[in-house]
């Protein structure tokens, strides 16, 4: 059962072979983590499980609608054996017993006048296709959600990374101030003062670990890999870089803080080309699914006008018929040939309402297609507002953590020979700490509005050429390849 299952999973993540945007797009960020519990769910997602049995289940409806406009062929046959008789001795009656036993061909065939049995089995075609559409939209949706909740993840772990940080400094912090309180440099309500930090920052830790355990469970359950397996994939380094630099570990609460490189800890997307926007339109998973299940509602209205018209049934017999009693056997055959004709006189107005109801039915589903073009629209123009958003704000949160940097190192200086009260130190710190915050932040949106780009195209996206700059940048990627052959 698990290989059947597989099989039919391949099917599907194997559509489009040639169109090399729809396969394995999150590969192009690089995360090792992404990829690994990406693979994990396509195999073992029961959504999408449950998207492919949906397909299964239209395939078989489709066969079966193919089925009914060939002739269909059956063998009918009985055995019987009884006896008859008196029961008295004087009655005369002779008990006799007979066996009986006939078998024979049978042959029935619908002739199509009017195109009843086609316009049935377009529509069945047609809800194969939109069915497997949204078993390639829920592939799509499956795989957005892991790389969202990866890239979720790895934020939440470098602040948890940045708590550790400002716990260890104030740790730090409130031990100089008792001793300067043993001494008399200091007012008892400045050791308060610094405890009570030390408490608030150790709360939000504990607040930030939950958020963080939240997302691994959201992990676990999209890809089926234990927690664990989790944790240690996304602890590992993003990207392309082989391993954290040193620098971002302190020494000594004392040691300068180096501010961290967003990239390292968060993947930075590679460029996209979006294809043309009728391209998109009409491979996006959605607007195909809604697009073909109007098609079979449109079939639906045919099939619902021929009920309406006479039906021409060809039925064929050909029996044989043996019998035996008092010893004797005797046999014959015997056949039938002609032809049926079946059409409604008076039903009441329910042919008619069929007929309504199946135009009702197609203008839902028109209706439903308008709104999905609508929606993809909109989508891929949030997304690209969204990754243009980002992009502008990794620049700017780089220059507030660079300059946030120096001033915390130059107050630290000061701190300790005594020329600034802790609380400046302290405000300079909690600015420090937005600024990176502020800048993995960026790195998490510019990342995730990538992933919400690939999503809202319906994955009808390619690497875009570093060569290619404003309106040729947004070509697909096979009249890309055809340019870069001129």
């Not at 050791?191 to 830790?205: C, G, H, K, P, V």
């Not at 015997?334 to 039915?361: K, M, V």
């Not at 994955?459 to 070509?475: H, K, M, N, Y």
Request: hydrophobic share 45%; proline share 5%; charged share 20%.
């Amino acid at each position: 059962m698990a290989s059947a299952w597989d099989n039919g999973a391949r099917s599907v993540l194997a559509a489009d072979a040639g169109d090399t945007a729809q396969q394995a797009w999150w590969r192009r960020l690089g995360d090792p983590a992404i990829d690994a519990l990406a693979e994990a769910a396509l195999v073992d997602s029961p959504t999408l499980g449950q998207a492919i049995a949906r397909i299964d289940q239209a395939r078989a409806a489709a066969r079966v609608s193919d089925a009914q406009r060939l002739p269909q062929i059956s063998v009918d046959g009985s055995v019987t054996r009884a006896r008859t008789g008196g029961t008295q001795a004087d009655s005369g009656a002779v008990p006799t017993t007979q066996s009986s036993a006939t078998l024979g061909p049978g042959l029935s065939w619908e002739f199509d006048l009017w195109g009843r049995l086609k316009e049935t089995a377009r529509a069945a075609d047609g809800r194969l296709d939109a069915r497997t559409a949204d078993a390639e939209q829920t592939r799509l949706s499956l795989t957005v959600q892991i790389a969202d909740a990866v890239l979720r993840l790895r934020a939440c772990h470098f602040s948890l990374t940045v708590g550790d940080r400002d716990i260890a400094a104030r740790q730090l912090e409130l031990a100089v101030m008792r001793e300067r309180l043993l001494r008399g440099n200091v007012a008892p309500v400045e050791a308060a003062n610094a405890a009570s930090n030390l408490a608030t920052a150790r709360t939000d830790r504990f607040s930030q670990q939950d958020l963080c355990a939240r997302i691994v469970n959201e992990l676990v359950a999209l890809s089926g890999r234990a927690a664990s397996v989790v944790r240690t994939l996304v602890t590992a380094p993003a990207g392309k870089t082989a391993a954290l630099p040193p620098t971002l570990e302190r020494k000594s609460p004392l040691a300068p803080i180096a501010p961290v490189d967003a990239d390292m800890i968060i993947p930075a997307p590679p460029p996209l080309a979006l294809a043309l926007p009728a391209n998109i339109l009409l491979g996006h998973p959605i607007v195909v699914a809604a697009e073909r299940e109007a098609a079979a509602r449109w079939a639906e209205i045919g099939v619902a006008r021929a009920d309406r018209l006479p039906r021409i049934d060809l039925a064929g017999l050909l029996t044989g018929n043996w019998i035996r009693t008092l010893g004797s056997t005797s046999g014959f055959n015997s056949w039938s040939a002609g032809a049926e004709l079946t059409a409604p006189l008076f039903d009441g107005g329910a042919g008619a309402a069929n007929i309504r109801g199946a135009q009702a039915r197609y203008r839902e589903a028109v209706e439903t297609l308008r709104d999905a073009v609508r929606t993809a629209t909109r989508d891929v123009e949030d997304a690209l507002a969204g990754q243009e958003s980002a992009q502008q704000r990794i620049t700017t949160s780089r220059e507030a953590v660079e300059a946030a940097h120096v001033a915390l190192r130059a107050n630290e200086a000061r701190w300790r020979a005594g020329a600034i009260s802790m609380f400046e130190l302290e405000d300079t710190r909690r600015q420090f700490n937005a600024a990176q915050e502020a800048a993995i932040a960026a790195a998490r949106d510019r990342a995730q509005a990538w992933v919400a780009l690939v999503r809202a195209a319906g994955g009808r996206v390619g690497l875009q050429s570093a060569a290619l700059t404003g309106p040729d940048a947004l070509i697909s990627p096979s009249d890309q390849g055809s340019a870069q052959q001129k």
